[in-house]
């Protein structure tokens, strides 16, 4: 692993320190970060296909799908979120050249994730 020199600007050092990832550059990170986000985005569209076309159409014919559908839900968020966190710490410990794209759609993604969970808990809470 190559060391990244120690003048990084602010905001790059803000990150690294946000997502615990060191100075240390390890290029074979960006295979798993590849891997990572293709299955974090994948887990959020499977959600999303659950709670928003599946459980719609099938509620009415079987009545379980309503009182799984939140908890379900939630723990698929869950999974995308600790996917989509993990993708962001490789593309950072790979030195890529898009982390920065990367990170604010994940952001985003998480931001998006984050509402659902709380419509859910309020779902089941309400």
Not at 30 to 59: D, H, N
Not at 82 to 95: H, K, Q, T
Request: proline content about 4%.
């Amino acid at each position: 692993m190559e060391q990244l020199t120690p003048t990084l600007p602010a905001k790059e050092q803000f990150i690294r320190k946000i997502l615990r990832v060191g100075d240390d550059v390890d290029k074979g990170a960006i295979l798993g970060a590849r891997r990572s986000t293709k299955a974090a985005l994948v887990i959020s569209g499977v959600r999303c296909t659950i709670t928003y076309l599946l459980v719609p159409v099938l509620a009415p014919v079987v009545g379980i799908l309503d009182t799984i559908n939140a908890p379900l839900s939630i723990a698929l968020s869950i999974v995308a979120i600790s996917m989509g966190i993990s993708g962001v710490r490789r593309f950072w410990m790979a030195d890529h050249r898009a982390r920065w794209a990367y990170t604010g759609f994940i952001g985003l993604v998480l931001v998006l994730l984050f509402v659902g969970i709380a419509f859910d808990v309020a779902r089941i809470l309400g």
